[in-house]
C-alpha cells in the first residue's frame, strides 16, 4: 500500500529543472498513447493540428528555400509529421527522435510513401552524425522543454551539425504564455486506465511557476503497484531571452515570427518562433 507520505514527498515541489528518473519515452505504454495522440489530425496535445503542420512546413520553405538548404536535421521529430511533408517538398531529411517506437512508425510509414528519409534513434543532446546539413528545425517548443544548461547542449549539437551559414528554425513559449499559465492541483481518478497506465490509477497534478521563467507540471500516478512522478517543465522566453541565448552559441538571430507557421509576433502570442543563422567560420 501507497502511504499518504509518499505521496506528498512525491509531491514536493522540486529544485528548477530537477527531474526524474522515470522512463517517458520508451515506456511501452506511455509511448503508445503519444503516438497515438501525434497521428491525430486534430489533437494539439503531441504535435499541433495537421492543418497547422501544413502551414508550418510552407512557411519552413520560405525562410529556407530548398533551392538554398536542400539538406534538413529534425530534432525530436517523432512519428515524422514534419520529416514527411518536408520530404515531399525536396528536402533531403535526417529525423532525430529519442523514442523507439515513434521512430519505428517513422520508418514504416516512410518506406509505404516511397520517402528517403534517414530517421535516427538518438538523444539529440549528445548527437554525433557525422555530417552538417543547411538546416536544422526543432518544432512544438521543445527547446523550452530543457533546463538551462541543456538547452546550451542542445544549441552547440545544432551547431556542430550545421554548415557555415546554415539555419536553425524553433519555436518557444512566450511570456504571453507564461502569464496565462494557472498554479493549482488537480486531482483525477482513472478507474479504466489512461494516458499514464493501462489499468486503474490515480492522478495528481501540481502546476507551479518558477523564478518568473518556467513552469512545472508535476505528475504523480499512483496504482496498485506504487507511485511514481514526471516532471513537465517549461521556459518562457522574450524575443531579447532567446537571442542572448542563441548569439551566446554562435546564432545570429535572422527573423522572428509569432508561431512556426509565420503569424506576425505580437505582444499577445502564445510562442515565439525564430529562425538563425550559425555564423560564419573564417
Not at 85 to 110: E, K, M, N, Q
Not at 125 to 132: F, I, K, M, R, S
Not at 152 to 165: M, N, V
Not at 203 to 224: F, G, N, P, S
Amino acid at each position: 500500500m501507497i502511504s499518504c507520505d509518499t505521496l506528498l514527498s512525491l509531491l514536493e515541489p522540486p529544485a528548477l529543472y530537477e527531474f526524474t528518473d522515470e522512463p517517458f519515452w520508451d515506456d511501452e505504454h506511455i509511448s503508445a498513447q503519444m503516438l497515438a495522440a501525434h497521428l491525430d489530425p486534430n489533437f494539439e496535445g503531441a504535435s499541433r493540428n495537421h492543418t497547422f503542420i501544413d502551414r508550418s512546413v510552407a512557411w519552413i520553405a520560405r525562410v529556407a528555400p530548398v533551392a538554398e538548404y536542400q539538406r534538413l536535421v529534425d530534432l525530436g521529430c517523432g512519428p515524422g509529421l514534419y520529416a514527411e511533408r518536408l520530404a515531399r517538398a525536396g528536402y533531403r531529411v535526417t529525423g532525430v527522435d529519442f523514442s523507439r517506437r515513434s521512430i519505428a512508425h517513422a520508418r514504416d510509414a516512410a518506406e509505404q510513401q516511397g520517402l528517403a528519409i534517414d530517421y535516427c534513434c538518438e538523444n539529440y543532446l549528445a548527437l554525433d552524425l557525422g555530417q552538417q546539413f543547411d538546416v536544422a528545425i526543432m518544432i512544438y517548443c521543445d527547446y523550452g522543454a530543457l533546463s538551462a544548461a541543456d538547452r546550451r547542449t542542445l544549441l552547440d549539437r545544432a551547431r556542430a551539425h550545421l554548415r557555415p551559414g546554415g539555419l536553425l528554425v524553433l519555436d518557444v513559449f512566450s511570456r504571453r504564455a507564461f502569464d496565462a499559465f494557472e498554479e493549482g492541483r488537480i486531482w483525477e481518478d482513472h478507474p479504466h486506465g489512461g494516458f499514464w497506465r493501462p489499468g486503474p490509477y490515480l492522478e495528481m497534478q501540481h502546476r507551479l511557476k518558477y523564478e518568473d521563467v518556467a513552469t512545472l507540471e508535476q505528475i504523480v500516478v499512483a496504482d496498485c503497484d506504487g507511485a511514481s512522478a514526471y516532471h513537465l517543465w517549461n521556459t518562457y522566453f522574450t524575443p531579447e531571452m532567446l537571442s542572448a541565448e542563441l548569439a551566446a552559441a554562435g546564432f545570429d538571430t535572422l527573423v522572428f515570427a509569432g508561431d512556426v507557421a509565420g503569424a506576425s509576433a505580437s505582444s499577445d502570442s502564445q510562442t515565439l518562433a525564430v529562425v538563425a543563422q550559425a555564423h560564419n567560420q573564417a
